[in-house]
């Protein structure tokens, strides 16, 4: 029984702050805060302007200590925490890789960190923050398209800021149909409902396929030398980074200065979510994408945490299969896990235009221009949205997912 209260706990999506619509996105993020935090509000939505203008700094240096008090329920604490984190990064970052700040001032280090606190999520801009909370329609009865979408915040790179959120956000978006399906085939397993169970998987296929349909928007959106020389560098983190080996001073929260992971894909809990229910596991064979993977659930909403931990106690898809031994389950297990190769083998092919080639490019300037300037060699090895690192880590996870395929009987 006690098996089955836990998987039987998926059947009410809303309480992992799941949306059937939406999957993992947060439907309809707050767009406004109370007048009190305008301070806040209007840095954050000047952000491009004050860095690429130098003012920044004292825009932040004028910035009064408002307190949280006056932030009511989870959509204002998310649009706080979107606020504060870009202002953050925008801060931290606004020099390029050259001159990092070392300190975050305590007008933005307390109230940050004290949001982040109440949503369980570390005091740096995270994935959840910057897709999944990051968006408002143009017309609200309108389609959850490119046309009908905007940003609410961006950092300087103009309009690859807006495609490279928005590309996410619809990847995640067309996630939705498949995670809909998870409850009903922990159903399905806990009935012996075979039936049914095939229906729900074909829905998961389907849904993935759909994804990647999502994810080629990206050519169209986005910039590869934008996306590599500006907005990768403010996603980036300070943990095991060549620039802030130390980490980042909260002033007026900690004493010792502390490390946190730049913004990252791993931090998507869909991406995480469609391998546990198919039974994947990034063991530590694979070294470091298994530890990764972990570490990046701390980087997610709790709801979302707490709603991949429930699915990996639950009942195991893969065996149920496997004991059937029906060919029609069989078969469409494996669908899924092709649906996600292939996926996973775009994914390679985006980071590969993304990040690969321009940070060979920029290697090649400064070869030519004799200095090795660490511009990129920062952020190369990180594993976020940075580059050697993350791209072994996407073809591990690619190579161990291509694996996880149900062989003939
Ligand atoms: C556009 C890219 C990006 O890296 N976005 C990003 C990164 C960091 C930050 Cl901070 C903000 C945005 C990628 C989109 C598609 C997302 N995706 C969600 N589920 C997936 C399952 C899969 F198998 C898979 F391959 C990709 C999957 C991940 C991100």
Known sequence: MEHEDKSESLQNLEKFHVSEEYGFVLPNPLTELPDYYAPWMDVAANLPHLIEGHQLRREVAKMPLLSTQYLRGHRQLRLARLALGFITMGYVWQGGSRQTVKILPRVLAVPYCTISELLDLPPILVYADCVLANWKKRDPCGPLNVENLDILFSFP???????????????????????????????????HDRCSLETALQDVALSICKMREAFKLIHECVNPGAFFRSLRIYLSGWKDSFLMPEGLVYEGVWDSPKQFSGGSAAQSSTLQCFDVLLGIQHRAAQGFSAEYLGCMRDYMPAAHRAFIQTLASGPSLRQFVLATGDAGLHAAFNKCVLALVDLRSYHIQIATKYITIPAGRCRAEQQQLGGCVHEGTSVLSERGTGGTGFMRFLKAVRDTTRKAQLTEQ
């Open 157 to 191: 790179g103009g309009d690859s800021n807006k495609g490279f959120f928005l590309v996410s956000l619809l990847v995640e978006a067309a996630a939705a149909t498949g995670i809909k399906a998870i409850p009903m085939i922990i159903n399905a397993i806990l009935h």
